[in-house]
């Protein structure tokens, strides 16, 4: 990792070099992306099991797209009780917090006869998108699954895609089944996206798209916005560390290196205050390498995208992480609480040494499926507000209308807008002739 001088010039170099990780710098990309769309929308499960063929190797029809029964119930068997034991777990505290999200419809009347409101509904047919082939992601299949059924989502759809034997990994499933999907299709990357934005004859236009893929998939998302909803276009993993001279190195490290591992174009970002404490943490880094698995990929990552910067003082500190804004950000200082009251973006915040992000990527409860690149700064983590809408109503009496119905018309005549005023006006226009007798 790199050691950086913390100024506003380093933190601009910093964030132009981590912005070159978004999936709008990957223009190369969206050709080949475009081409998948309009396929799978023109030609529908034709296009769907031919590229499943040609990227997956495996035989999809519509026969055996959707996951059966009988699939199902293999995975329960292929699976360890013991992890099937934690996944429930998990799904109690996901479910928990996000059922503290959930909103209510609600409505306001007064004496003269008007009754305003909010209707909140659920979505009625949700796209789950997981990843598959070598990524095995039991946790992001909760994550994304469980705030749609708590929002009262009925219809979840669930894509991914298969092995070369046409089966989907068996975690994948079981973690579907516990968290609540209605239906499994055997289908992923960019063309499983086009199934869900547009319909085929075997899988259902969805109302929105929800759930981490590699950059096919985010492209893909992003360019079917519109056509329907999706939660964000994410971007590499990210974490930054806000510390102190109290922060013991042997932690921060090995939480630098749980963000690291995810890809190549990951990042991991240590602030801190301490001099002392940057170079223990860098030596640990090193002892980490000798032994972690996914070593290549780390030292790819931190030396395209790691940074140890080193702050002049707390508020200095604190002003980079507002900047960066990062996905993950952990808080390990004497006075954590009082860091994290300043602490305006961030996607998820850890306060303590032993709130280390990965409590927040498989069992604590909030989402872990968060804004990257900077985004945090005007997004949020997925929510149970993602999956719903929300109607306004209005009711007003004649006598209420009466009171103001000539400030409306008002209004819309200085707007040159007639027909509006007029929409108002004739429901009152034999009063108002008497009155201007």
Known sequence: MRTVTLTKESTKDILENLLKRSPSSYGKYEMAVAQILDKVK??????????????DKADI???????????????????????????RKALVNIRTYHEKQRQNSWFTSSENGTMLGQKVTPLYRVGVYVPGGKAVYPSSV??????????????????????RDGKVYPTTLVAAREAGADVIYK???????????FGTESIPKVDKIVGPGNIFVALAKKAVYGHVSIDSVAGPSEILVLADDTANPHYVAADLLSQAEHDEMASAILITTSTELAKKVQSEI??????????????????????????EDMDEAIEAANEIASEHLE????????????IRNAGAIFIGE?????????????????????????FSALSVDDFIKKSSIVYYSREALKEIHKDIVQFATAEQLTAHANSIAVRFEKEDEGDSL
């Open 42 to 55: 023109q030609e529908k499960d034709q296009a769907l099991f031919g590229y499943t063929k040609e990227f």
């Open 61 to 87: 029809t519509a026969e055996n797209i959707k996951v059966t029964e009988e699939e199902i119930k293999e995975a329960y068997e292929q699976v360890a009780p013991s992890l099937l034991a934690v996944i």
């Open 142 to 163: 909760l994550m994304n699954i469980v705030p749609a059924k708590v929002a009262g989502v009925p219809n979840i759809v669930m894509c991914t895609p298969p092995g």
């Open 187 to 197: 289908v992923g990357g960019a063309q499983a996206v086009a199934a869900m934005a």
């Open 286 to 311: 090193e002892g980490y390498l000798k032994v972690l698995s996914r070593r290549e990929i780390i030292e790819k990552s931190l030396e395209n995208f790691g940074y140890i910067l080193i702050a």
């Open 331 to 342: 808080i390990v200082t004497a006075n954590a609480f009082e860091v994290m009251m300043k």
């Open 354 to 378: 032993y709130s280390s992000e990965p409590l927040g990527d498989y069992f604590a409860g909030p989402n872990h499926v968060l804004p990257t690149n900077g985004t945090a700064k005007f």
